[in-house]
Protein backbone atom coordinates (compact mmCIF):
# COMPACT_ATOMS: atom_id res chain seq x y z
CA UNK A 1 0.00 0.00 0.00
CA UNK A 2 1.30 3.02 -0.82
CA UNK A 3 -0.21 7.18 -0.65
CA UNK A 4 -0.69 9.31 -3.28
CA UNK A 5 -2.87 12.02 -3.51
CA UNK A 6 -3.73 11.82 0.11
CA UNK A 7 -5.15 8.28 -0.52
CA UNK A 8 -4.46 4.61 -0.04
CA UNK A 9 -3.65 2.51 -3.45
CA UNK A 10 -4.44 0.76 -4.95
CA UNK A 11 -8.11 0.88 -4.22
CA UNK A 12 -10.07 -2.40 -5.68
CA UNK A 13 -13.83 -1.72 -7.30
CA UNK A 14 -15.90 -5.51 -7.09
CA UNK A 15 -17.73 -6.74 -9.76
CA UNK A 16 -21.26 -4.77 -8.94
CA UNK A 17 -19.54 -1.91 -7.86
CA UNK A 18 -19.22 -0.21 -11.08
CA UNK A 19 -20.82 -0.49 -14.58
CA UNK A 20 -18.17 -2.67 -16.28
CA UNK A 21 -18.45 -6.67 -16.97
CA UNK A 22 -17.38 -9.47 -19.00
CA UNK A 23 -19.72 -9.09 -21.47
CA UNK A 24 -18.63 -5.95 -22.55
CA UNK A 25 -15.31 -7.05 -23.72
CA UNK A 26 -14.52 -9.12 -26.88
CA UNK A 27 -14.54 -12.97 -26.85
CA UNK A 28 -11.01 -13.32 -27.94
CA UNK A 29 -9.74 -10.73 -25.61
CA UNK A 30 -10.92 -12.78 -22.71
CA UNK A 31 -9.31 -15.56 -24.05
CA UNK A 32 -6.45 -14.53 -24.51
CA UNK A 33 -6.10 -13.19 -21.11
CA UNK A 34 -7.68 -16.61 -19.99
CA UNK A 35 -4.73 -18.26 -21.56
CA UNK A 36 -1.66 -15.92 -20.03
CA UNK A 37 -3.38 -16.39 -16.87
CA UNK A 38 -3.35 -20.21 -17.53
CA UNK A 39 0.35 -20.11 -17.91
CA UNK A 40 0.64 -18.53 -14.23
CA UNK A 41 1.30 -14.52 -15.20
CA UNK A 42 -1.11 -11.78 -14.87
CA UNK A 43 -3.13 -10.39 -17.09
CA UNK A 44 -5.32 -7.29 -16.81
CA UNK A 45 -7.77 -5.38 -19.06
CA UNK A 46 -6.28 -1.65 -19.13
CA UNK A 47 -6.64 2.08 -20.83
CA UNK A 48 -9.32 3.95 -22.72
CA UNK A 49 -11.47 0.51 -23.36
CA UNK A 50 -12.48 0.65 -19.53
CA UNK A 51 -12.71 4.58 -19.55
CA UNK A 52 -15.25 4.06 -22.72
CA UNK A 53 -17.18 1.44 -21.09
CA UNK A 54 -17.73 3.01 -18.18
CA UNK A 55 -18.47 6.25 -19.98
CA UNK A 56 -21.17 4.27 -21.76
CA UNK A 57 -19.18 4.77 -25.39
CA UNK A 58 -18.39 2.83 -28.09
CA UNK A 59 -14.67 1.19 -27.45
CA UNK A 60 -12.70 0.71 -30.64
CA UNK A 61 -9.11 -1.32 -29.07
CA UNK A 62 -8.82 -3.66 -26.09
CA UNK A 63 -5.08 -3.12 -24.70
CA UNK A 64 -3.89 -5.95 -22.57
CA UNK A 65 -0.75 -5.15 -19.79
CA UNK A 66 0.80 -8.27 -17.88
CA UNK A 67 3.75 -9.61 -16.15
CA UNK A 68 4.71 -11.81 -18.77
CA UNK A 69 7.86 -10.42 -20.78
CA UNK A 70 7.61 -10.63 -25.03
CA UNK A 71 9.27 -13.54 -25.66
CA UNK A 72 7.02 -15.54 -22.68
CA UNK A 73 3.72 -14.17 -24.35
CA UNK A 74 5.11 -15.40 -27.77
CA UNK A 75 5.41 -18.56 -26.76
CA UNK A 76 1.88 -18.52 -25.69
CA UNK A 77 0.33 -18.05 -29.15
CA UNK A 78 0.87 -19.18 -32.32
CA UNK A 79 0.15 -16.25 -34.51
CA UNK A 80 2.28 -13.52 -32.19
CA UNK A 81 4.29 -11.06 -33.84
CA UNK A 82 6.97 -8.57 -31.42
CA UNK A 83 7.28 -5.08 -32.64
CA UNK A 84 9.26 -2.27 -31.32
CA UNK A 85 12.65 -1.38 -30.51
CA UNK A 86 12.10 1.10 -27.74
CA UNK A 87 9.32 -1.18 -25.76
CA UNK A 88 9.14 -4.54 -27.45
CA UNK A 89 5.20 -5.03 -27.60
CA UNK A 90 3.43 -8.20 -28.66
CA UNK A 91 0.59 -8.40 -31.45
CA UNK A 92 -1.45 -11.77 -31.10
CA UNK A 93 -3.66 -12.07 -34.16
CA UNK A 94 -7.16 -13.14 -33.98
CA UNK A 95 -7.90 -13.10 -37.47
CA UNK A 96 -6.22 -12.40 -40.58
CA UNK A 97 -5.96 -8.55 -40.20
CA UNK A 98 -7.05 -8.20 -36.56
CA UNK A 99 -4.78 -8.05 -33.60
CA UNK A 100 -4.96 -7.80 -30.00
CA UNK A 101 -1.85 -5.41 -27.95
CA UNK A 102 -0.42 -6.99 -25.30
CA UNK A 103 2.20 -5.06 -23.57
CA UNK A 104 4.24 -5.66 -20.12
CA UNK A 105 4.11 -4.05 -17.48
CA UNK A 106 6.72 -0.97 -17.75
CA UNK A 107 9.27 0.30 -15.36
CA UNK A 108 9.46 3.81 -13.90
CA UNK A 109 12.80 4.39 -14.70
CA UNK A 110 14.94 7.84 -13.71
CA UNK A 111 17.78 9.51 -16.05
CA UNK A 112 20.25 9.09 -13.52
CA UNK A 113 19.62 4.98 -13.35
CA UNK A 114 19.04 4.75 -17.05
CA UNK A 115 22.74 5.68 -17.44
CA UNK A 116 23.69 3.28 -15.10
CA UNK A 117 21.98 0.84 -17.55
CA UNK A 118 23.79 1.76 -20.92
CA UNK A 119 22.89 3.00 -24.20
CA UNK A 120 21.56 -0.16 -24.95
CA UNK A 121 18.44 0.95 -22.85
CA UNK A 122 15.88 3.14 -23.03
CA UNK A 123 12.87 4.67 -20.69
CA UNK A 124 10.88 2.79 -21.83
CA UNK A 125 12.63 -0.44 -22.73
CA UNK A 126 13.03 -1.84 -18.87
CA UNK A 127 10.17 -3.92 -17.62
CA UNK A 128 8.62 -3.66 -14.30
CA UNK A 129 4.90 -3.93 -11.72
CA UNK A 130 2.09 -2.87 -12.13
CA UNK A 131 2.42 -0.23 -9.88
CA UNK A 132 4.88 0.91 -11.91
CA UNK A 133 2.95 0.44 -14.62
CA UNK A 134 0.32 2.76 -13.67
CA UNK A 135 2.20 5.25 -12.43
CA UNK A 136 3.82 5.54 -15.59
CA UNK A 137 0.52 6.09 -17.68
CA UNK A 138 -0.49 9.86 -18.84
CA UNK A 139 -3.80 10.80 -17.00
CA UNK A 140 -5.23 8.91 -13.89
CA UNK A 141 -8.44 8.02 -16.13
CA UNK A 142 -6.69 5.79 -18.31
CA UNK A 143 -4.58 3.76 -15.55
CA UNK A 144 -7.73 2.02 -14.84
CA UNK A 145 -7.16 -2.61 -14.30
CA UNK A 146 -9.74 -4.61 -15.01
CA UNK A 147 -9.15 -8.16 -13.66
CA UNK A 148 -11.56 -10.40 -16.19
CA UNK A 149 -11.49 -13.52 -13.59
CA UNK A 150 -13.61 -11.47 -10.64
CA UNK A 151 -14.88 -8.33 -12.68
CA UNK A 152 -13.24 -5.96 -10.40
CA UNK A 153 -10.92 -2.50 -11.36
CA UNK A 154 -7.95 -1.80 -9.85
CA UNK A 155 -7.74 1.90 -9.16
CA UNK A 156 -3.84 2.86 -8.34
CA UNK A 157 -4.19 7.13 -9.41
CA UNK A 158 -7.91 7.66 -8.41
CA UNK A 159 -9.29 7.59 -11.89
CA UNK A 160 -12.49 6.31 -10.65
CA UNK A 161 -13.37 9.05 -9.09
CA UNK A 162 -11.71 11.05 -11.85
CA UNK A 163 -14.29 9.92 -13.72
CA UNK A 164 -17.24 10.23 -12.00
CA UNK A 165 -16.14 14.32 -11.30
CA UNK A 166 -15.28 14.20 -15.09
CA UNK A 167 -12.12 15.68 -14.63
CA UNK A 168 -8.41 14.87 -16.96
CA UNK A 169 -5.79 14.68 -14.49
CA UNK A 170 -2.40 14.55 -14.80
CA UNK A 171 -0.48 11.56 -12.54
CA UNK A 172 1.79 12.92 -10.66
CA UNK A 173 3.34 16.80 -11.58
CA UNK A 174 1.93 18.13 -14.76
CA UNK A 175 4.78 20.07 -15.71
CA UNK A 176 7.11 17.22 -15.34
CA UNK A 177 5.16 14.71 -17.26
CA UNK A 178 4.43 17.55 -19.87
CA UNK A 179 7.79 18.20 -20.47
CA UNK A 180 8.57 14.12 -21.00
CA UNK A 181 6.10 13.94 -23.33
CA UNK A 182 4.31 17.44 -25.05
CA UNK A 183 2.31 15.46 -27.11
CA UNK A 184 0.13 14.48 -23.61
CA UNK A 185 -0.99 17.97 -24.07
CA UNK A 186 -2.66 17.26 -27.86
CA UNK A 187 -3.92 13.91 -26.09
CA UNK A 188 -5.71 16.44 -23.20
CA UNK A 189 -7.22 18.86 -25.39
CA UNK A 190 -8.54 15.62 -27.63
CA UNK A 191 -10.01 13.68 -24.14
CA UNK A 192 -11.24 17.08 -23.02
CA UNK A 193 -13.53 17.63 -26.05
CA UNK A 194 -14.48 14.23 -26.84
CA UNK A 195 -15.47 12.96 -23.11
CA UNK A 196 -16.88 16.07 -22.35
CA UNK A 197 -14.30 16.70 -19.44
CA UNK A 198 -12.57 19.88 -18.10
CA UNK A 199 -8.82 20.24 -17.28
CA UNK A 200 -7.99 21.55 -13.64
CA UNK A 201 -6.46 24.56 -13.20
CA UNK A 202 -2.98 22.90 -12.16
CA UNK A 203 -2.99 20.94 -15.75
CA UNK A 204 -4.04 23.92 -17.68
CA UNK A 205 -1.28 26.31 -16.87
CA UNK A 206 0.94 22.83 -16.83
CA UNK A 207 -0.14 22.83 -20.70
CA UNK A 208 0.46 26.47 -21.12
CA UNK A 209 3.97 27.00 -19.68
CA UNK A 210 4.90 23.74 -21.78
CA UNK A 211 3.28 24.08 -25.16
CA UNK A 212 6.43 25.35 -26.47
CA UNK A 213 8.16 21.78 -26.00
CA UNK A 214 6.02 20.45 -28.96
CA UNK A 215 8.30 21.52 -31.46
CA UNK A 216 10.53 18.64 -30.27
CA UNK A 217 8.33 16.19 -30.24
CA UNK A 218 8.10 13.61 -32.94
CA UNK A 219 6.61 14.59 -36.20
CA UNK A 220 5.77 11.17 -37.33
CA UNK A 221 3.83 10.95 -33.95
CA UNK A 222 2.46 14.86 -34.28
CA UNK A 223 1.00 13.67 -37.74
CA UNK A 224 -0.36 9.90 -36.36
CA UNK A 225 -2.58 12.75 -33.43
CA UNK A 226 -3.57 14.86 -36.10
CA UNK A 227 -5.86 12.14 -37.75
CA UNK A 228 -6.73 10.69 -34.10
CA UNK A 229 -8.26 14.33 -33.66
CA UNK A 230 -10.30 14.61 -37.22
CA UNK A 231 -11.56 11.04 -37.01
CA UNK A 232 -12.17 11.09 -32.85
CA UNK A 233 -16.21 12.78 -33.47
CA UNK A 234 -15.13 16.16 -32.01
CA UNK A 235 -12.12 18.10 -33.61
CA UNK A 236 -14.10 21.37 -33.92
CA UNK A 237 -13.82 21.19 -30.11
CA UNK A 238 -10.63 19.94 -30.12
CA UNK A 239 -9.18 22.77 -32.10
CA UNK A 240 -10.69 25.75 -29.65
CA UNK A 241 -8.76 23.66 -26.61
CA UNK A 242 -5.67 23.73 -28.29
CA UNK A 243 -5.68 27.10 -29.26
CA UNK A 244 -6.81 27.78 -25.38
CA UNK A 245 -4.46 25.84 -24.72
CA UNK A 246 -1.86 27.81 -26.64
CA UNK A 247 -0.04 24.65 -28.18
CA UNK A 248 -1.53 25.29 -31.29
CA UNK A 249 0.65 28.36 -31.97
CA UNK A 250 3.48 26.36 -31.94
CA UNK A 251 2.32 22.98 -33.40
CA UNK A 252 0.52 24.49 -36.44
CA UNK A 253 1.26 28.58 -36.32
CA UNK A 254 -0.23 28.71 -39.87
CA UNK A 255 -4.10 28.02 -38.44
CA UNK A 256 -3.76 29.54 -35.11
CA UNK A 257 -3.09 32.88 -36.57
CA UNK A 258 -6.03 32.07 -39.32
CA UNK A 259 -8.59 34.83 -39.88
CA UNK A 260 -11.07 32.40 -40.90
CA UNK A 261 -10.67 30.11 -38.16
CA UNK A 262 -14.87 29.88 -37.49
CA UNK A 263 -15.22 28.53 -41.34
CA UNK A 264 -12.45 26.11 -40.40
CA UNK A 265 -14.63 25.35 -37.33
CA UNK A 266 -17.69 25.06 -39.43
CA UNK A 267 -16.52 22.30 -41.22
CA UNK A 268 -14.94 20.43 -38.97
CA UNK A 269 -18.45 20.40 -37.21
CA UNK A 270 -19.80 19.18 -40.03
CA UNK A 271 -17.02 16.21 -40.16
CA UNK A 272 -17.79 15.79 -36.49
CA UNK A 273 -21.50 15.44 -37.30
CA UNK A 274 -20.94 12.97 -40.37
CA UNK A 275 -18.57 10.62 -38.20
CA UNK A 276 -21.35 11.14 -35.16
CA UNK A 277 -23.61 8.74 -38.12
CA UNK A 278 -20.89 6.49 -38.67
CA UNK A 279 -19.95 7.73 -42.00
CA UNK A 280 -16.30 6.81 -43.13
CA UNK A 281 -13.79 9.98 -44.50
CA UNK A 282 -10.85 9.58 -45.94
CA UNK A 283 -7.42 11.62 -44.63
CA UNK A 284 -7.15 13.03 -47.74
CA UNK A 285 -10.83 15.36 -47.46
CA UNK A 286 -10.05 15.19 -43.75
CA UNK A 287 -6.95 17.63 -44.52
CA UNK A 288 -8.49 19.38 -47.52
CA UNK A 289 -11.03 20.41 -44.39
CA UNK A 290 -8.51 21.47 -42.07
CA UNK A 291 -6.11 24.03 -44.71
CA UNK A 292 -8.62 25.09 -46.78
CA UNK A 293 -8.60 28.50 -45.78
CA UNK A 294 -4.86 28.29 -46.63
CA UNK A 295 -5.55 27.48 -49.60
CA UNK A 296 -7.93 30.39 -50.52
CA UNK A 297 -5.49 32.86 -49.36
CA UNK A 298 -2.95 31.19 -51.58
CA UNK A 299 -5.16 31.30 -54.58
CA UNK A 300 -6.21 34.63 -53.89
CA UNK A 301 -9.26 36.38 -55.86
CA UNK A 302 -7.92 35.17 -59.60
CA UNK A 303 -9.17 31.26 -58.32
CA UNK A 304 -12.12 32.39 -59.77
CA UNK A 305 -11.23 32.80 -62.98
CA UNK A 306 -8.21 30.39 -63.56
CA UNK A 307 -8.06 25.81 -63.91
CA UNK A 308 -8.02 23.79 -61.12
CA UNK A 309 -4.30 23.16 -62.19
CA UNK A 310 -3.05 26.43 -62.05
CA UNK A 311 -4.47 27.12 -58.76
CA UNK A 312 -3.05 23.82 -58.04
CA UNK A 313 0.67 25.37 -58.56
CA UNK A 314 -0.06 28.37 -56.20
CA UNK A 315 -1.10 25.95 -53.41
CA UNK A 316 2.22 24.03 -53.98
CA UNK A 317 4.03 26.82 -54.55
CA UNK A 318 3.38 28.25 -50.71
CA UNK A 319 2.68 25.06 -48.67
CA UNK A 320 5.10 22.47 -50.18
CA UNK A 321 7.55 23.40 -46.97
CA UNK A 322 4.55 23.27 -44.85
CA UNK A 323 3.36 19.67 -46.36
CA UNK A 324 6.73 18.33 -46.02
CA UNK A 325 7.21 19.69 -42.15
CA UNK A 326 4.02 17.85 -41.12
CA UNK A 327 5.44 14.86 -43.02
CA UNK A 328 2.63 14.24 -44.91
CA UNK A 329 3.02 11.12 -47.65
CA UNK A 330 3.90 13.26 -51.11
CA UNK A 331 0.54 11.09 -52.77
CA UNK A 332 -1.33 12.65 -49.63
CA UNK A 333 -0.49 16.02 -50.35
CA UNK A 334 -0.96 15.59 -54.07
CA UNK A 335 -4.53 13.98 -53.31
CA UNK A 336 -5.40 17.13 -51.29
CA UNK A 337 -4.13 19.83 -53.57
CA UNK A 338 -6.47 17.88 -56.01
CA UNK A 339 -9.18 17.97 -54.37
CA UNK A 340 -8.97 21.10 -53.05
CA UNK A 341 -8.83 22.62 -55.88
CA UNK A 342 -11.49 21.97 -57.59
CA UNK A 343 -13.77 23.18 -55.18
CA UNK A 344 -13.60 27.09 -57.13
CA UNK A 345 -15.01 24.80 -60.26
CA UNK A 346 -17.82 23.67 -58.50
CA UNK A 347 -18.73 27.42 -57.32
CA UNK A 348 -18.02 28.62 -60.83
CA UNK A 349 -20.44 26.10 -62.86
CA UNK A 350 -24.28 24.99 -62.61
CA UNK A 351 -27.26 24.86 -64.79
CA UNK A 352 -27.37 28.66 -65.37
CA UNK A 353 -23.47 28.40 -66.48
CA UNK A 354 -22.35 25.31 -68.48
CA UNK A 355 -19.00 24.07 -68.60
CA UNK A 356 -16.59 23.33 -71.54
CA UNK A 357 -15.35 19.56 -71.32
CA UNK A 358 -17.63 18.82 -68.51
CA UNK A 359 -17.29 15.34 -69.25
CA UNK A 360 -13.51 14.99 -68.82
CA UNK A 361 -14.09 16.84 -65.40
CA UNK A 362 -16.07 14.31 -64.61
CA UNK A 363 -14.30 11.23 -65.09
CA UNK A 364 -11.46 12.43 -64.08
CA UNK A 365 -9.83 10.21 -60.96
CA UNK A 366 -10.47 13.02 -58.40
CA UNK A 367 -13.39 14.20 -58.97
CA UNK A 368 -15.30 11.41 -56.63
CA UNK A 369 -13.78 12.62 -53.54
CA UNK A 370 -13.75 16.27 -55.10
CA UNK A 371 -17.02 15.92 -54.99
CA UNK A 372 -17.49 14.51 -50.98
CA UNK A 373 -15.62 17.49 -50.35
CA UNK A 374 -17.51 19.67 -51.60
CA UNK A 375 -20.54 18.23 -49.92
CA UNK A 376 -18.70 18.80 -46.84
CA UNK A 377 -17.83 22.36 -48.14
CA UNK A 378 -21.86 23.26 -49.43
CA UNK A 379 -23.12 22.10 -45.96
CA UNK A 380 -20.68 24.03 -44.08
CA UNK A 381 -21.69 27.14 -46.63
CA UNK A 382 -25.06 26.34 -46.37
CA UNK A 383 -25.74 28.47 -49.26
CA UNK A 384 -24.61 26.08 -52.43
CA UNK A 385 -27.44 23.69 -52.39
CA UNK A 386 -28.27 24.51 -56.53
CA UNK A 387 -24.31 23.56 -57.34
CA UNK A 388 -24.73 20.50 -55.41
CA UNK A 389 -27.33 19.44 -56.72
CA UNK A 390 -26.28 20.07 -59.95
CA UNK A 391 -22.82 18.12 -59.83
CA UNK A 392 -24.55 15.19 -58.23
CA UNK A 393 -27.15 15.34 -61.47
CA UNK A 394 -23.44 14.73 -63.43
CA UNK A 395 -22.13 12.49 -61.33
CA UNK A 396 -25.15 10.37 -61.69
CA UNK A 397 -25.65 11.24 -65.76
CA UNK A 398 -22.01 9.65 -66.04
CA UNK A 399 -22.09 6.81 -64.54
CA UNK A 400 -25.19 5.53 -63.00
CA UNK A 401 -27.13 5.78 -66.50
CA UNK A 402 -29.55 2.94 -65.77
CA UNK A 403 -30.16 3.73 -61.62
CA UNK A 404 -33.80 4.85 -61.06
CA UNK A 405 -34.15 8.07 -59.29
CA UNK A 406 -36.98 9.05 -57.18
CA UNK A 407 -38.35 12.67 -57.66
CA UNK A 408 -36.62 15.06 -55.12
CA UNK A 409 -34.49 12.97 -53.84
CA UNK A 410 -31.15 15.14 -54.32
CA UNK A 411 -33.03 17.94 -52.45
CA UNK A 412 -34.15 15.65 -49.86
CA UNK A 413 -30.76 14.61 -48.93
CA UNK A 414 -29.34 18.20 -49.40
CA UNK A 415 -32.42 19.54 -46.64
CA UNK A 416 -31.55 16.79 -44.39
CA UNK A 417 -27.80 17.18 -44.33
CA UNK A 418 -26.96 13.80 -45.90
CA UNK A 419 -25.19 12.83 -49.43
CA UNK A 420 -27.36 11.30 -51.43
CA UNK A 421 -24.67 8.01 -52.04
CA UNK A 422 -28.03 5.52 -50.39
CA UNK A 423 -29.34 6.45 -54.08
CA UNK A 424 -25.99 6.25 -56.39
CA UNK A 425 -22.31 5.07 -54.77
CA UNK A 426 -19.16 6.22 -56.92
CA UNK A 427 -18.35 2.76 -56.14
CA UNK A 428 -20.68 0.78 -58.45
CA UNK A 429 -19.81 3.04 -61.40
CA UNK A 430 -19.39 0.65 -64.70
CA UNK A 431 -15.72 -0.23 -65.24
CA UNK A 432 -14.43 -1.24 -68.58
CA UNK A 433 -14.57 -4.50 -70.10
CA UNK A 434 -12.01 -5.27 -72.41
CA UNK A 435 -12.28 -7.62 -74.70
CA UNK A 436 -10.09 -10.22 -75.25
CA UNK A 437 -8.47 -10.54 -78.29
CA UNK A 438 -8.64 -14.07 -80.63
CA UNK A 439 -5.38 -15.49 -80.85
CA UNK A 440 -4.40 -15.64 -84.14
CA UNK A 441 -3.38 -19.04 -85.92
CA UNK A 442 -0.23 -18.80 -88.13
CA UNK A 443 0.96 -20.34 -90.83
CA UNK A 444 3.63 -21.66 -88.58
CA UNK A 445 1.01 -22.77 -85.80
CA UNK A 446 -0.99 -25.06 -88.65
CA UNK A 447 1.86 -26.59 -90.42
CA UNK A 448 2.84 -27.89 -86.64
CA UNK A 449 -0.79 -29.08 -86.23
CA UNK A 450 -0.68 -30.78 -89.53
CA UNK A 451 2.78 -32.26 -88.72
CA UNK A 452 1.05 -33.35 -85.39
CA UNK A 453 -2.04 -34.82 -86.85
CA UNK A 454 -0.10 -36.59 -90.01
CA UNK A 455 0.54 -39.85 -88.42
CA UNK A 456 -2.81 -40.46 -87.10
CA UNK A 457 -3.90 -40.05 -90.76
CA UNK A 458 -1.59 -42.20 -92.39
CA UNK A 459 -2.91 -45.04 -90.29
Known amino acids: MWSLFRKKYPITFPAGSHGMSNDYIDRDVLDIMARIKSRGFEAYLVGGSIRDILLGKRVKDFDIVTDAHP ?3 KRLFKRCFLIGKRFRLAHVYVSRDRFIEVATFRALVESSQMQDLGKKYAENNV ?57 RIIRAG ?15 KAAEKCAIFITEANTSRLLEELYKILRCGASAATFENLRQFGVLKFWLPELAENPHWN ?22 ILIASLLFDLFTDAAGEKAEKISHQEIINLIRTQYNAFATRLRLPRKEWDMVTNIASRIWIFKRFSAQRRMKGEARFVHNAYFPESLKFFEIFAEAEGSLEA ?3 YWWQKDREYFHRSAPIQANSTLAAVSANKSPQSIYHPDTRPHKVKRRRKRRHTKRMSAQTATHQSPSTTQ
Open 387 to 389: HLK
Open 190 to 204: RFCAQLNFSLPRRER
Open 263 to 284: NMIKRLSVIDNRRARGQDISNS
Open 127 to 183: FGTIEEDALRRDFTINALYYNSADSSIEDYTGGMEDIKKKLLRSIGDPVTRFQEDPV
Open 71 to 73: RQI
